[in-house]
């Protein structure tokens, strides 16, 4: 079966192998090993990982877990082909399950992080996770307030690409087939840009999703996005930030999306 592995995860989402005496300096404490690594978990929203082989042990406080270092469990649980999965919970005192598949793990995550952890991402397929963020952190808001009459009548065209450095597109969805279509795109994806990305069949099936929940909600969506699409050239790391927004014109509901890159974006900080 082999030695296992004991990792930390902070609420960074940064990882710490266990008894690492860097980890014990930085939090100023004399504790050390597993004394340390029980006191982070309980205390500081750490995760515990330990496996060897398939196996995996997650420990975690569902109620101190933060954003990044859910998004860097998620990434780590949903990357490997774990089976079976123990899930050790700190509750009202520790209790332990056993599962078959890290989406189980996800899910049963999912129901128990308190709801304002609004940056934990979204796992809608394995190599695409996206994270909502505060308007006010997006640095497409200030562009998206200033654009909002080009945008809702597309008349200017050159104007969008100009401020969106071509990176947008306005689309609906079919009334008859109910598939999205998109009918302007910014001079960035009239090339093999979008194409390339939406070669890749889970990608596409998330760009349509997210497009389909933002047409529901009625509200504008402002997230970080961190996928691997698969092209004609391999795979490719995209990490941007999106906007979408609904709007009424031609008589039907459109949907405006515009994006910039931002390489700071990692949800993928895993052991």
Not at 58 to 70: F, Q, S
Not at 222 to 248: C, K, N, P, Q, W
Request: glycine share 6%; charged share 25%; proline share 4%.
């Amino acid at each position: 079966m082999g030695d296992f592995e004991r990792w930390l995860i902070d609420r960074n989402g940064d990882s710490w192998r266990h008894g690492d005496p860097r980890l014990s300096r930085k939090l100023g404490t004399t504790l050390a090993g597993k004394e340390l690594a029980l006191f982070t978990v309980a205390n500081m929203g750490y995760v515990s990982l330990e496996y060897s082989g398939t196996r995996l042990h997650v420990r975690c406080r569902p109620k101190r877990l933060g954003a990044l270092t859910l998004a860097s469990l998620y990434y780590f649980v949903v990357d490997h082909s774990w089976s079976p999965i123990a899930l050790s919970l700190l509750l009202e005192q520790w209790s332990t399950r056993i599962f078959p598949q890290g989406c189980q793990v996800i899910d049963a995550l999912a129901r128990l992080v308190p709801a304002d952890t609004c940056a934990a991402p979204k796992v809608l397929f394995e190599n695409i996770l996206s994270s909502p963020v505060a308007p006010e952190r997006s640095p497409l808001l200030q562009t998206v307030r200033a654009t909002l009459p080009v945008i809702e009548d597309t008349a200017d065209i050159a104007a969008m690409n100009r401020l969106f450095r071509g990176r947008w597109s306005i689309g609906h969805f079919d009334a008859d087939t109910h598939r999205f279509v998109f009918d302007h795109m910014g001079s960035a994806f009239t090339g093999s840009n979008l194409i390339e990305t939406l070669w890749d069949s889970d990608y596409a099936a998330w760009v349509e999703r997210s497009r389909h929940a933002a047409l529901e909600s009625n509200e504008p969506v402002f997230e970080a996005i961190d996928a691997v699409v698969t092209t004609s050239m391999g795979a490719e790391r995209l990490r941007y930030h999106r906007v979408m927004r609904t709007f009424r014109g031609s008589g039907r509901s459109s949907i405006f999306s515009a994006s910039v890159d931002d390489s700071s974006i990692n949800f993928r900080k895993a052991v």
